[in-house]
């Protein structure tokens, strides 16, 4: 159990006391044991409420699985009396499924609550809108999950309720993983200003958001503090020790060099989510991946790596590109010399070498309606870690704009070139600046690493131009938003 000690200061010179904030619960499951029992004795029919309270009591002791169990057979002693459906236990078992990380199992039960309320006449639970908007986070659609805590929004205001504060916390967690750092910010701001008018006090999930939106601008030592403060009001709230919080933690230990108590972190998260009954996490394990590779300890890394690949087999989760492509790099280590042979083989160079008289390390090529974001995220990082960088809307001149786009092109080491869906579509046009680019590229020895963001795939090789389609034969890198400082990591030693 999670203990929390409390000082109490005598004359004598003061005692402590530990008080187990579940002790609580633990009384009231022991009651409705009791209660259950004396029900079986006298012959009597069970009691789905009292079953649905014994779920809770184990819920809030961390018991997840066998909490699992009670709300199920909560659910099956009402159809056996044929007693109306209870549409929150259809609520609660989202709920359950959601922390265990069910998500598919937890939109289903979503599915059921909504139909149980339809059935009965009830007005709609914005509740609802804001758990499938965190299952679908959780599983990478994010678009769904923005629509669906924007409709968790409206639900409240068209009942006259003030809006959830942590509706626009939970958009902003959306806004991380797209990489729309200033949106993120916002979002956090106005949950801060909904709390103060509100009169609700500071809250942990939001300080722990606040710490993976450090972490991902390389604040590492803001984003621990973020992480302490969330822990302090984890504790005030008599909550029990989070998983993931012990992971983020970890993410940013190992960041700043300090990979032993990072590991510690994430071995003492899984522990925590086997007790509880919690699916592994493919995320977890592959930071932990990356911990042990930048300790050194290769072999237990690749371990690691191939672990996160199979729980994500064994959950029916879509693989991450990044995950398999860093497992790949880590087996071959001639990689990097790969991706200089290809590169040379698909350029049609003049013979111009990307020598030190660059004046750019990268120039960052991109669609703006679809990349911008990420185009800023990777240019601050690659600036964070001394690279300089082009970018047309903060470094293009006065004059020419087709010109100077080319003759930055020409100037630069490497040409990061941000893939997304349909990017290539416009290419059919000759005036297309990124066509222009490419071509560039491609004449003048500029090295490509292109990188294959969601949902991107390669056109045939006789649907690209011919005057760019050597892009085919070069190596690339998946964009990862979960690991993201891993994938910046991965982009600089291929820029070395």
């Known amino acids: 159990p999670f203990l929390v000690t409390v000082c109490i200061s005598l004359l004598s010179g003061g005692t402590i006391e530990s008080v187990d904030p579940n002790a609580d619960l633990q009384v009231d499951l022991d009651r409705i044991l009791a209660a259950e029992e004396a029900l079986r004795a006298a012959g009597r029919d069970p009691d789905p409420d009292l079953t649905a309270q014994r779920a809770a009591a184990l819920e809030g002791l961390q018991d997840f699985q066998q909490a699992l169990e009670a709300y199920n057979e909560a659910i099956q002693i009402r159809q056996a009396l044929s007693l ?77 309720m003030p809006v959830f504060p942590f509706l626009p916390m939970n958009r902003g967690a959306v806004y991380i993983a797209l990489g729309q750092i200033e949106d993120a910010l916002l979002a956090f701001a106005e949950t801060d200003e909904l709390l103060q008018a509100q009169g609700l006090p500071p809250d942990c999930d939001l300080e722990m958001n606040r710490g993976v939106l450090l972490g991902k601008m390389h604040r ?19 909550r029990p020790e989070d998983v993931t919080l012990l992971m983020n933690r970890g993410i940013a230990l190992y960041q700043l060099g300090r990979t032993d108590e990072a590991l510690l972190h994430f071995t003492r998260s899984e522990r925590l989510r086997r007790e509880r009954g919690m699916k592994d996490s493919y995320v977890l394990v592959f930071h932990r991946a990356i911990a042990n590779f930048k300790a050194g300890k290769r072999k237990l890394a690749i371990r690691d790596a191939y672990k996160s690949i199979e729980i994500c087999s064994r959950q029916g989760m879509t693989m991450n590109r990044f995950v398999a492509e860093t497992l790949q790099e880590w087996l071959e ?113 500029c090295r490509i690493i292109p990188v294959l963001m969601d949902g991107f795939h390669w056109p045939a090789e006789d649907e690209l131009p011919e005057d760019i389609r050597a892009v085919r034969l070069i190596n690339g890198i998946s964009f990862s938003s979960e690991f993201f400082a891993a994938f910046i990591d991965k982009l600089l030693r291929w820029m070395e």
């Open 84 to 160: 109306a459906e209870d549409p929150g236990m259809f609520k609660n078992l989202a709920s359950l499924h959601f922390k265990m990380g069910n998500y598919q199992d937890s939109l289903s039960s979503i599915t059921d609550y909504a139909r149980v309320r339809d059935r009965q006449g009830l007005p709609e639970d914005w509740e609802l809108s804001k758990l499938r908007g965190n299952c679908f986070s959780r599983i990478g659609r994010y678009d769904e999950a923005l629509e669906a805590y924007r409709r968790a929004e409206r639900i409240q205001v068209s009942q006259g």
């Open 220 to 238: 590492f030592d803001e984003a621990l503090a973020a992480y302490d403060r969330a822990e302090e009001l984890f504790i005030e709230a008599g």
């Open 333 to 445: 280590p001639a990689e990097k010399e790969l991706l200089a042979v290809e590169n040379a083989s698909a350029s049609t160079s003049r013979g111009e070498e990307s020598g030190p008289d660059k004046q750019y390390d990268a120039f960052i090529c991109y669609r703006r309606a679809v990349a911008q974001g990420h185009a800023m995220l990777i240019q601050t990082h690659l600036g964070l870690n001394g690279r300089s960088v082009f970018r047309d809307l903060d470094n293009l001149p006065q004059g020419q704009y087709r010109d100077n786009l080319e003759r930055a092109v020409q100037q630069s080491r490497y040409l990061v070139l941000l893939l997304t869906p349909d990017f290539f579509t416009r290419c059919v046009n000759v005036q297309d600046e990124v066509r222009r680019e490419l071509r560039t590229a491609l004449q003048c020895g």
